[in-house]
């Protein structure tokens, strides 16, 4: 189990940084990723990173905003949010690629077996 924490009432253009701890036992990553969801919205996609090689990706809507990266000694994935902007306001869920990993698509949710409880994350205009 995983648990995402960090989240926080927020202004616009501040910051947060967001991470994912494991529960129970310690897991070995493929990969990690954190995806969110917005009020009456879909679960989408907002960062990657590859724990062999450190390879990202990124959602364009947080492009040169947010930083995904990860501490392998401490085995917890982070992200690092900054100018946060109200529509960026949702519940933030971390996910982790453990048992299997294609790496052939990512952004998909579909890539990580195992995810987090959210933590939210609302900023204030």
């Known amino acids: 189990q995983l648990q995402a924490s960090g989240g926080g009432l927020v202004q616009a253009g501040g910051s947060l940084r967001l991470s994912c701890v494991a529960s129970?036992?310690?897991?070995?990553?493929?990969?990690t990723a954190w995806f969110r969801q917005a009020p009456g919205k879909e679960r989408e996609f907002v960062a990657t990173i590859a724990w062999s090689g450190g390879l990202t990706y990124y959602a364009d809507s947080v492009k040169g905003r947010f930083t995904i990266s990860r501490d392998n000694a401490k085995n917890i994935p982070y992200l690092r949010m900054n100018s946060l902007k109200p529509e960026d306001t949702a519940v933030y869920y971390c996910a982790a690629a453990i048992s299997r990993y294609s790496s052939v698509n990512p952004t998909s949710s579909s890539e990580y077996d195992c995810w987090g409880q959210g933590t939210l994350v609302t900023v204030s205009s």
């Open positions: 129970g036992r310690t897991f070995s990553y493929y990969a």
